[in-house]
């Protein structure tokens, strides 16, 4: 738990859950039991209002009444929520960049921005970058990281066959959020630090040079 009101709530999102679906392991499934119920009239389930991939960790934003669940998803439509996460990619980039490009016939735009950059002996280049959708289309990040030849290390779907990472899942994690509150009008910027394995990887590559 990273932050919660009557209103809404902030959690970490860990790797190898979906958010929602048909499945009974779902974050949605179990807010209710982890999350304080609401004293206000109109507490509903809590329900998340955006997604994040099966395989990616970090932040998730979560509505725990009507009121809430229908601002939040109007900050969504209305780019009033700023996202940020991180990846860990391979191959040479730029020091930043941007990629626009259609994704099932809509525009998307992600910026990049490069923190760090490390030789690996397996990798050739592995890098930490900072990643700001714009928009938020289904594996938007993932698909754009791969069509600049710079996919995310431990992605199977969108990565290099031959330099998959198995069984150590994917280095994409939602870092942060920043809006405006929309019932106490107080600035949030909320944090999900990175998990142990992106920390893991830089440090035992910087060991081993």
Do not use: W
Request: hydrophobic letters at 35%; a positive charge; glycine letters at 8%.
């Amino acid at each position: 738990m990273l932050f919660e009101d009557e209103h809404l709530a902030v959690i970490h999102k860990p790797a190898g859950i979906l958010v929602s679906g048909n499945s009974f392991k779902t974050i949605a499934n179990s807010l209710s039991q982890n999350l304080k119920p609401s004293n206000l009239p109109d507490a509903t389930k809590p329900q998340p209002v955006h997604r994040l991939d099966y395989a990616t960790t970090g932040i998730l934003l979560v509505g725990k009444t009507s009121s809430s669940i229908r601002a939040l998803n109007k900050m969504f439509e209305d780019k009033k929520i700023k996202k940020t996460y991180y990846a860990i990619t391979i191959g040479e980039m730029k020091q930043q960049g941007q990629v626009v490009s259609e994704i099932d016939g809509k525009k998307s735009q992600s910026d990049y921005f490069l923190r760090e950059s490390v030789s690996s002996k397996r990798f050739g280049i592995l890098n930490l970058v900072r990643l700001e959708p714009k928009t938020g289309r289904r594996h938007q990040l993932r698909k754009h990281l791969s069509s600049i030849g710079n996919p995310i290390l431990g992605d199977k779907e969108y990565g290099i066959d031959k330099l998959i990472l198995n069984g150590k899942g994917l280095y994409l994690h939602a870092y942060s959020l920043e809006f405006i509150h929309p019932f106490t009008n107080k600035k949030m910027c909320l944090v999900d630090e990175f998990p142990g394995r992106i920390k893991k990887i830089f440090i035992q590559i910087k060991k081993e040079k």
